[in-house]
Every structure is written in structure tokens, then in C-alpha cells.
């Protein structure tokens, strides 16, 4: 048998022996609370790591739409636009060149000396396409055509057949008309030309 102080030591012991196992196991429930409660945060950390990453490929997915999208986005129709050249016809203008008398004033590059005392002229008819003429002595006429707006030729230039005494500059100014290929209007003055030569006849407007 036992003696009481033994008993009481052993009974002490197991006592000592049970609350040191019972604090182990504690121990060892707080670790492993410890370590789910970790591992729960790194599970929650990943998700949202993961959830980032899902997010930042859905944000460039649509980066990435959004300039493909750009890429094929229909624009508008270009304005379209034409430059549009409008030449003026001199032949209607304020001194159109028909329907208009016209004084000549130079002829081959020389001023015309007027000792008649008719003026010499040109006038030109729109509606017949035909004209009139003097130069010192016989009347002119013949026939007018315009290809285009400054273009201009004589044809079937005849006169009468006055006999006068110095017939030069009117048969100078018929060999003239019969080489002009367009005219030019600056101001009040009318410019016959062959090509782009010098002017052949100059005239100035009296209407």
C-alpha cells in the first residue's frame, strides 16, 4: 500500500501530467487554427491576385478590342472636292467684242496715222457672224468664227474695189485679220494675235 504522501505526490503527478497534455493539445489546436487561418488569407491573396489578373487581361482584352475596333471604325466620307477653273468670255463683256466699234489705233506693231475723216474700224456681228471694216479706203466685210473663248479667225474677206490713191495700210490690215487666231480685251482695248506674237491690230472702243 501507499503511504498518503505518496499517493498525494502520485495523484499531484498525473495531475501535472494531464494539464501539460491538455496545454500541448490547446498548443496544437492554436497552430493549426493558425496555419487555416493563413493558408485561408494566402487563398483569399491568390484569389484576388487572381481576380487582378483576370481583370488586367479583361482590361488589355478590351485595350485590345478597343483598338482593333479603331482600327475598323467606318469614317465618314472625305468631302469631295473639285477646283472648278471659270474663264470669263471676253467676248461678253464690257466692251464685248462683238456688237462693240472698235477704232484701230496700231496696226503691226505701229500707230495708225488717220488722215481720213472716217474712222477706221471693225465691227463684229454676233447674231449673223459676219463683220465690217474700214482702213482707209475700200469697206471690208467677210466672216468671223470663235472656236472658243479667245479664239478667232477671218475668212472671206472682200472689199470694194475704189481706187485710191495709197492703199497700203488697208492691204496690210487684211493680211492681218487673215492671220489673227485669238484676240484679247484689257480694259477698252481689243488685241488681235497670231499664236502668241505680238499683237497683230490694236483697237480701242468707241460704244
Known amino acids: 500500500m501507499y503511504s498518503k504522501k505518496t499517493y498525494t505526490l502520485y495523484i499531484m503527478k498525473k495531475t501535472?501530467?494531464?494539464?501539460?497534455?491538455?496545454?500541448?493539445?490547446?498548443?496544437?489546436?492554436?497552430?493549426?487554427?493558425?496555419?487555416?487561418s493563413t493558408a485561408v488569407e494566402t487563398d483569399?491573396?491568390?484569389?484576388?491576385?487572381?481576380t487582378?489578373?483576370?481583370?488586367?487581361?479583361?482590361?488589355?482584352?478590351?485595350?485590345?478590342?478597343?483598338?482593333?475596333?479603331?482600327?475598323?471604325?467606318?469614317l465618314l466620307d472625305k468631302m469631295k472636292t473639285s477646283t472648278k477653273t471659270v474663264v470669263?468670255?471676253?467676248?461678253?463683256?464690257k466692251f464685248a467684242l462683238a456688237e462693240t466699234n472698235w477704232k484701230l489705233v496700231e496696226?503691226?506693231?505701229?500707230?495708225?496715222?488717220?488722215?481720213?475723216?472716217?474712222?477706221?474700224?471693225?465691227?463684229?456681228?454676233s447674231k449673223s457672224g459676219k463683220f465690217n471694216a474700214f482702213a482707209g479706203c475700200n469697206a471690208l466685210r467677210g466672216s468671223f468664227v470663235?472656236?472658243?473663248?479667245?479664239?478667232?479667225?477671218?475668212?472671206?474677206?472682200?472689199?470694194?474695189?475704189?481706187a485710191c490713191k495709197d492703199s497700203k495700210l488697208e492691204a496690210d490690215f487684211i493680211k492681218a485679220l487673215e492671220k489673227v487666231d485669238n484676240y484679247m480685251i484689257e480694259g477698252?482695248?481689243?488685241?488681235?494675235?497670231?499664236?502668241k506674237g505680238a499683237a497683230l491690230a490694236k483697237f480701242e472702243a468707241v460704244k
Open 16 to 36: 501535472y501530467i494531464i494539464l501539460a497534455l491538455s496545454f500541448l493539445a490547446l498548443v496544437s489546436c492554436k497552430n493549426k487554427e493558425n496555419q487555416s
Open 44 to 50: 483569399q491573396q491568390a484569389d484576388t491576385t487572381t
Open 52 to 74: 487582378e489578373v483576370v481583370q488586367n487581361e479583361a482590361t488589355t482584352s478590351d485595350a485590345d478590342t478597343t483598338v482593333t475596333d479603331t482600327s475598323n471604325v467606318e
Open 88 to 93: 470669263n468670255d471676253p467676248s461678253k463683256g
Open 107 to 125: 496696226l503691226n506693231g505701229k500707230a495708225v496715222t488717220n488722215t481720213s475723216t472716217k474712222e477706221f474700224f471693225i465691227n463684229l456681228d
Open 146 to 162: 470663235m472656236k472658243a473663248a479667245t479664239k478667232l479667225a477671218f475668212s472671206k474677206i472682200i472689199s470694194t474695189k475704189m
Open 188 to 195: 477698252k482695248e481689243l488685241h488681235f494675235h497670231k499664236a
